[in-house]
């Protein structure tokens, strides 16, 4: 096996496996009461190579790849450092390759990117060796919740949304702020990257300030707010907008009240993965992103 740096031109390749590696985790975990899983749409992989890309601009020693000798790609990590705290972006083995070690020594060259980092973060699946990897490196596991269901548009409190408007690159510094009381960093440059991904919510009274970005099919993928009314409103402002069924993930306990907010709309309470952290607790009134954290 060989290892070096991640390049560009990786980049699709380190698509397909990791959702061929992704797949074939969710086929062997799924809950029976949920849909089956599927490969990623075309929107999906497209957003995952422009987020990849911007890995490799940003932090291109945080990116290893393990490939055989005849070059083809066999695991990957990607990685980043933002303001003294290391996250792990994603990880993959190939299907067939796992458990022989590529793994460990993929993960060990992305962790050099940490060094000098107090505090590290990263949204891991419910695969055991994923896992076993990260408890041997020091990580803390957090389970991470999430809500589903169809949402009882009647319990949506009135006056929903009056305090939020939609937001720009113009509230990046208070994004950057709410990101440092979150969770100790700002995500600096990952904002744009956000902000031409997705949709953008801001609320910024003199009761609270906050932020959320939304998926294009409606989902909250990151939320921070200072105040849990604030973030409560941020989220039910998300939830009138979307469509009839509907996610909130990556919900650990220190965020009770998006489990309130969920439950109130009837969505039903499950577990999947875990939020890992180094050096941090649970950060609370905050909706952490699974690759960007
Ligand atoms: C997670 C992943 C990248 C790890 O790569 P890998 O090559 O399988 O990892 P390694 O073989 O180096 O390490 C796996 C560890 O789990 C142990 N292990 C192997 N099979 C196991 C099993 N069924 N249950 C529990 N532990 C197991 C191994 O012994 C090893 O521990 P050790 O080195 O202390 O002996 C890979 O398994 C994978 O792609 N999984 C699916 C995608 C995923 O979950 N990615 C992580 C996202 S957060």
């Known amino acids: 096996m060989l290892f070096r740096p991640m390049r560009p031109e990786d980049v699709p390749v380190a698509e397909r496996l990791s959702d061929e590696a992704f797949l074939d985790l ?6 029976r009461d949920q849909p089956d899983p599927q490969p990623r749409t075309d929107d999906h992989r497209a957003g995952w190579v422009e987020r990849t890309r911007h890995f490799l601009d ?9 490939t055989d000798p005849d070059g083809t790609m066999v695991g990957f990590a990607t990685s980043i450092r933002r303001e003294g705290t ?3 972006a994603t990880y993959a083995v190939r299907p067939g390759q796992q458990g022989r070690g590529i793994g460990k020594q993929v993960l060990d060259l992305a962790l050099t990117h940490s060094r ?8 891991a699946s419910d695969d055991p060796k994923a896992v076993r990897r990260y408890l041997v490196a020091g990580f803390t596991m957090h389970p991470q919740m999430y809500l589903t269901g169809s949402v009882d548009r009647t319990a949506i409190p009135a006056g929903t949304g009056t305090r939020v408007r939609e937001g720009s690159a113009a509230d990046t510094e208070l994004m950057d702020s709410l990101d440092r009381r979150a969770r100790g960093a700002a995500h600096g440059p990952d904002h744009p990257l956000m ?12 009761a609270g300030s906050g932020y959320a970005y939304l998926s294009r099919a409606g989902s909250v993928v990151l939320l921070a707010a200072s105040h849990r009314r604030t973030a409560q409103q941020l989220l039910w402002t998300a939830i009138a907008d979307g469509p009839a069924e509907q996610t909130v993930g990556h919900v650990t306990a220190a965020n009770d009240w998006a489990v309130d907010v969920g439950t109130a709309a009837r969505l039903d309470l499950h577990t999947s993965g875990y939020l890992a952290l180094r050096g941090m607790r649970p950060p609370t009134t905050y909706l952490h992103n699974g690759a960007l954290l």
């Open 195 to 206: 902000q031409r991904l997705f949709r953008c919510l801001v609320s910024d009274t003199a």
């Open 116 to 123: 000098g980092c107090l505090r590290g973060m990263l949204s």
């Open 86 to 88: 290391w996250i792990l």
């Open 26 to 31: 969710d086929r062997r975990v799924f809950r």
């Open 58 to 66: 940003t932090d291109a020693a945080g990116c290893w790849v393990a």
